[in-house]
């Protein structure tokens, strides 16, 4: 089992950048895909990016990709998000999820459906 624990969220002006990052606990983290998912008011929660258990894999979804960025450290137990050229868009409660994978390299889950841990979500606020 893994706890998830997200930060870095905050209200930032449109244009600017934020790094989230979601630390995870126990010994096993480096058996996990992990991903980066997020929800606005009033609508569902949405795919924004995944990484392999090796980090060797990435995908972001298309309404972010070459702003965003998901990386990971396995030594430190902690995915990241990078967050650059932010919109109001961007706006919501972010979250990271985690899934226990024997696939290392390539396994980069996009449906919410596929994980099975979560952490409490941080917002991002997006002023224009």
């Known amino acids: 089992q893994v706890q998830l624990v997200e930060s870095g969220g905050r209200l930032v002006q449109a244009g600017g950048s934020l790094r989230l990052s979601c630390a995870a606990s126990g010994r096993t983290f480096s058996s996990y895909a992990m991903g980066w998912f997020r929800q606005a008011p009033g609508k569902e929660r949405e795919f924004v990016a995944a990484?392999?258990?090796?980090?060797?894999?990435?995908y972001h979804a298309d309404s972010v990709k070459g702003r965003f960025t998901i990386s990971r450290d396995n030594d430190k137990n902690t995915v990241y998000l990078q967050m650059n050229s932010l919109k109001p868009e961007d706006t919501a409660v972010y979250y990271c999820a985690a899934v226990l994978s024997s696939d290392r390299y390539y396994y980069t889950p996009r449906s919410r459906y596929e994980y099975d841990y979560w952490g409490q979500g941080t917002q991002v606020t997006v002023s224009s």
């Open positions: 990484i392999s258990v090796s980090g060797s894999s990435i």
